[in-house]
C-alpha cells in the first residue's frame, strides 16, 4: 500500500453538440496518507466521480499531476484497483476467476491462484459460492465480489466509485461494516466517493466535501475503531460529525 | 366445458413432467381441425389434400429414398455455406469492431450489401457460374454473412465500459481485454446473428433451389408445383419446418440460453 | 461546472454530416467498381462498368418500365403487409391474455413462423395461380406468422403488476386492451413488423422471379435470360436502396423510438 497525492487536478469538458466547455474539476490538491481512509462527498455534479475516473485513469487529466507513491501515473494500471457502483464483474466467469482475474492477468500460475482465490473468498465470507456466476448472486454477495476482486490484486491504492449505492439498506449497513473489519485488518489506502453522508463519516478518517470542482472542507473524523452501527446510530460524536458534514454538503 | 378442463389438467401435468410434450401436443388439434376441413370437402383434394394423403405420400418418398437424398442434399449445401459463412463473418466482424476507422467505413456498405438480399444475387449469379452449386453456395455463404458480421460489430462496440475498464484496472493488457472480456460479451450477439443467419440462409437455399435447383427439398417441392402433386409440396413443407424447428429449438436456442441466460445478459 | 459559450454550432449540420458520412464510402465502391472495370478490361457481360449501368437505368426509368415494376413490388408488399398485420396483432392479443393459452399454442406460432415466406411459394402458385395473389399471400404469410408470434410475446411479457395496477385503478376490458396490452406489447410486435418484412422482401423478389410478369424480381430474372448484366445490376441497386429506405428510414427508427424510449427491452 503507498500514498496518493493529488496535484491542482483540473478536468474541463467541451460538448461538441452544445458547443460549450464546462469545468467538472477545478485545481484539486489532495494527499492520501498510506494506509489512510478517504472519503469524498458531495452533491452530485460536484465532479467527485471525476476525480476518481482521472484517478483511475479512465478519463484523461485536463491539467495537474496524480502520484501514488510518489511516482506521477497515467492511464489505467493495477497499482489502482477500483471497484465500480455497477459492480463490473465479468458476467461469464464464476466468481472465483473473477477474483484471480488480476493475478491470472499477472501470470500467476493456478496453484497460486486457487490459494489466493481461497483467501479472498474467505475474507468476503463468500466460500461457498465460489463457482456461481455472477447473475446468480444477490446485490451484496456481487459488491462483496468485487471489493475482494480488486483487493486480490494487491493495489496500492484502493479506489471506490459509491460502491454501496445500489444495494438495499440493511445490506449496505452490513458492507459497511464489513469493510471497516478488512480496512481495520490490512490499513489499504482508500479513497472512497460517495453522496451518502453518513456512509462517508461511518467509514473513513477524513471526509473531503466537494463543491463545484473544488475542495470546500476536510473533515476529520475521529471516531474509535471499532466501527458498528449498533455503537454510533447512538454515539453523538458521530451524530455531530454527521450533521457538520451535511450542513457543508447543502452549503455546496 | 367440463372436458376440457379435464384435458387441460392431463396435460399440464404431462407436459410439466415432460416438457417436451408441450412442442408436440399443441399439433394434435391443428392436425385434426386440418382433417376435418378435407373431411369437409370445402376445397378440392388438389387443392388441400388429407393429414393421411401427406403421410402416404412421405413414406412413399421415404421408401423410394428420395426424401433422404434430398434432405441431405438441402443440408450438406446449407452447412458448408454456414461454415463458411461463419468463418469469413466472426473475424471480420471482430475487425470492423474494433477499428473505429474501419468501423465508419464499411459500415454503410455492409448495410447496402444486406439490403441488396441474397435473392436479388440469383439472376447474376447464373449468368458467372450457371446453374450449379457454386451458385447456391455463393448465395448461403452471401446470406449468413451478413447478420453475422453486423451482429459481431454490435456486440463488440457495445460493451459494457465498465467492464473494460475494470479489466484495465486490474492490469490486463489489451489482448487479453480482447480475449476475456470483449469476445464472451458479444458473444450473445454473435449467436443471435448466427441464428438470424441461419435463418435467412435457410430461407435462401430453398428459394435458390426452386430457381436453379436439380435436387434438394426446394426442388422437391417446385417439381411437384410442376407435376401439380399438392400432397408433395405438403410433405416438402413439414419437412422444412420440422428440420428448423429441430435446428432451431433445440441446437441454437440452448446455446443462447447456455451463454446469456445464465450470465444474465439477456433477459427472458 | 461553469458553463461557457464557445463559437461554435455544429448542432444544425449534424444530419448533413452524418448522410455525408454513410455516403462517402459508397460513392469510393463506386470510383473502386469503375476503376477494377477499366484496369482488368472486365467483359461487360460479366460486371458491365458504371456509365453502362447508367445508360441502362436511365433507359428504364425512359420507357416507363422501372416505375411499373417498382410499383407494382410496393404494391404487394403494402397489401400483403397491411393484410398481415391487421389479422396478426388482434389474433396475438387474444391468444397472449392468458398464459396458458400463449404456452399451448406458441409452438404452433413458432412451427409456421420459421416456415413463413419462400417455402409458401409453390404452394401459394398452385392455391392462386401466377401473379398477384400468390405474390402478396407469400408476404403475408412471411409477416402474419412472425407479427402473431412477436405480439403473444409481447402480450406475455408485459409485468403482471402493470396489469395489475390497471387493474385497480378500475379500467375497463377494452382501456386495459388499448391502454396496457396494445402499448406493453408495441415493441415486439414492431420489431415482429421489421423481421417479418425483412423475410417478406426477399420472399417477393424470390416470388416474382418464378410468379409473375411484372415486379422487380421479374425485371432481374428477365434481364438474365437475355445476359443484359448492366439491368440486373442496376435491378440490383434499386433493390438495395429500396431496402435501406425502407428498413433503415422508416422501421428502423420506429423500432428505436418505442424500445429505447420506453425502455422496456434492453438493446442488445
Given amino acids: 500500500m503507498k500514498s496518493l497525492a493529488l496535484e491542482n487536478l483540473s478536468k474541463t469538458y467541451f460538448d461538441p453538440y452544445r458547443g460549450t466547455q464546462f469545468t467538472a474539476v477545478k485545481d484539486v490538491s489532495l494527499n492520501v496518507e498510506e494506509g489512510d481512509f478517504v472519503a469524498v462527498v458531495g452533491p452530485s455534479g460536484c465532479g467527485k466521480s471525476t476525480i476518481l475516473n482521472m484517478i483511475a485513469g479512465f478519463v484523461p487529466i485536463t491539467s495537474g499531476r496524480i502520484l501514488v507513491g510518489g511516482r506521477e501515473v497515467k492511464g489505467p494500471g493495477p497499482d489502482r484497483g477500483v471497484v465500480f457502483q455497477s459492480f463490473a464483474l465479468f458476467p461469464w466467469k464464476t466468481v472465483s476467476e473473477n477474483v484471480t482475474f488480476g493475478p491470472k492477468m499477472r501470470g500467476v500460475g493456478k496453484a497460486e491462484r486457487a490459494k489466493i482465490a481461497e483467501e479472498y473468498l474467505a475474507l468476503a465470507g463468500l466460500s461457498h459460492a465460489a463457482d456461481r456466476y455472477p447473475n446468480e448472486l444477490s446485490g451484496g454477495m456481487q459488491q462483496r465480489v468485487g471489493v475482494v476482486r480488486a483487493l486480490a490484486n494487491n493495489p496500492d491504492v484502493l479506489l471506490m466509485d459509491e460502491p454501496f449505492a445500489s444495494v438495499d439498506a440493511q445490506t449496505r449497513m452490513t458492507l459497511q461494516e464489513e469493510l471497516t473489519r478488512i480496512w481495520e485488518e490490512r490499513r489499504p489506502t482508500i479513497v472512497f466517493i460517495t453522496h451518502d453522508v453518513s456512509e462517508a463519516v461511518f467509514l473513513a478518517n477524513k471526509v473531503v466535501v466537494l463543491s463545484k470542482g473544488n475542495v470546500l472542507e476536510q473533515v476529520d473524523i475521529p471516531l474509535s475503531r471499532p466501527r458498528s452501527w449498533d455503537r454510533l446510530v447512538e454515539d453523538d460524536d458521530f451524530k455531530a460529525l454527521s450533521n457538520q458534514v451535511l450542513q457543508l454538503v447543502r452549503s455546496a | ?268 | 461546472m461553469s458553463e461557457q459559450a464557445v463559437t461554435f454550432s455544429p448542432m444544425p449540420y449534424r444530419r448533413t454530416w452524418q448522410a455525408v458520412k454513410f455516403l462517402t464510402p459508397l460513392l469510393l465502391l463506386v470510383v473502386l467498381w469503375q476503376l477494377i472495370v477499366t484496369l482488368f478490361n472486365v467483359n461487360p457481360r460479366i460486371f458491365p462498368d458504371v456509365p453502362t449501368v447508367v445508360r441502362a437505368g436511365w433507359g428504364t426509368i425512359a420507357d416507363g418500365s422501372l416505375i411499373s415494376h417498382v410499383g407494382a413490388s410496393l404494391w404487394r408488399v403494402s397489401v400483403g403487409t397491411f393484410i398481415g398485420i391487421v389479422t396478426a396483432v388482434p389474433l396475438g392479443i387474444a391468444m397472449g391474455v392468458s398464459r396458458g393459452v400463449s404456452d399451448f399454442l406458441s409452438p404452433l406460432l413458432r412451427f409456421f413462423s420459421v416456415l413463413a415466406g419462400i417455402a409458401w411459394i409453390p404452394i401459394a402458385t398452385l392455391w392462386f395461380g401466377y401473379g398477384f395473389g400468390a405474390i402478396t399471400f407469400v408476404i403475408f404469410n412471411a409477416v402474419f406468422f412472425i407479427v402473431a408470434y412477436n405480439t403473444l410475446l409481447g402480450v406475455s411479457t408485459i409485468p403482471m403488476p402493470l396489469r395489475h395496477a390497471a387493474a385497480s385503478l378500475g379500467v375497463s376490458r377494452w382501456q386495459m386492451l388499448t391502454h396496457v396490452l396494445l402499448p406493453g406489447a408495441l415493441p415486439n410486435i414492431v420489431t415482429g413488423i421489421r423481421t417479418g418484412m425483412g423475410f417478406a422482401w426477399r420472399g417477393l423478389i424470390a416470388a416474382e422471379m418464378i410468379a409473375t410478369n411484372v415486379g422487380l424480381g421479374y425485371m432481374l430474372f428477365l434481364a438474365r435470360d437475355f445476359y443484359r448484366t448492366e439491368v440486373i445490376v442496376f435491378a440490383m441497386i434499386v433493390i438495395g436502396i429500396i431496402w435501406l429506405v425502407l428498413d433503415r428510414l422508416l422501421l428502423a427508427p420506429l423500432e428505436r423510438s418505442t424500445i429505447e424510449r420506453w425502455g422496456m427491452v434492453q438493446r442488445s
Fill in chain 2, 1 to 268: 366445458m367440463m372436458a376440457i378442463y379435464t384435458l387441460w389438467g392431463y396435460y399440464a401435468r404431462w407436459t410439466a413432467r415432460w416438457p417436451m410434450l408441450a412442442a408436440f401436443i399443441p399439433f394434435i388439434p391443428l392436425i385434426a381441425i386440418w382433417a376435418f376441413i378435407v373431411w369437409l370437402e370445402l376445397f378440392p383434394r388438389v387443392f388441400l389434400p388429407g393429414p393421411l394423403d401427406v403421410i402416404g405420400k412421405a413414406w412413399e418418398l421415404t421408401y423410394k429414398g428420395i426424401l433422404g437424398d434430398y434432405l441431405i442434399d438441402s443440408l450438406s449445401r446449407l452447412a458448408v455455406g454456414a461454415a463458411a459463412g461463419i468463418a469469413i463473418a466472426i473475424p471480420l466482424g471482430i475487425f470492423i469492431g474494433l477499428n473505429k476507422r474501419a468501423h465508419e467505413f464499411s459500415w454503410p456498405i455492409l448495410l447496402f450489401f444486406q439490403a441488396i438480399g441474397d435473392i436479388a444475387w440469383l439472376p447474376i449469379l447464373l449468368v458467372w457460374f450457371g446453374f450449379g452449386l457454386t451458385t447456391m453456395t455463393f448465395v448461403i455463404v452471401y446470406t449468413v454473412l451478413f447478420p453475422i458480421v453486423l451482429n459481431t460489430v454490435l456486440g463488440i462496440r457495445s460493451a459494457k465500459p465498465d467492464l473494460h475498464r475494470a479489466a484495465q484496472s486490474l492490469g490486463a493488457p489489451r489482448g487479453r481485454i480482447l480475449l476475456e472480456v470483449t469476445l464472451p460479451g458479444a458473444l450473445p450477439n454473435i449467436i443471435t446473428g448466427l441464428r438470424n443467419g441461419l435463418g435467412y440462409g435457410w430461407r435462401a437455399l430453398i428459394a435458390a433451389e426452386i430457381i436453379v435447383g436439380t435436387s434438394g427439398i426446394g426442388f422437391l417441392m417446385f417439381d411437384a408445383r410442376r407435376a401439380g402433386s399438392v400432397d408433395e409440396i405438403v410433405v416438402g413443407m413439414i419437412v422444412l419446418g420440422i428440420l428448423w424447428y429441430i435446428v432451431d429449438s433445440w441446437l441454437l436456442a440452448p446455446i443462447e440460453r447456455a451463454t446469456g441466460e445464465r450470465w444474465g445478459l439477456v433477459t427472458k
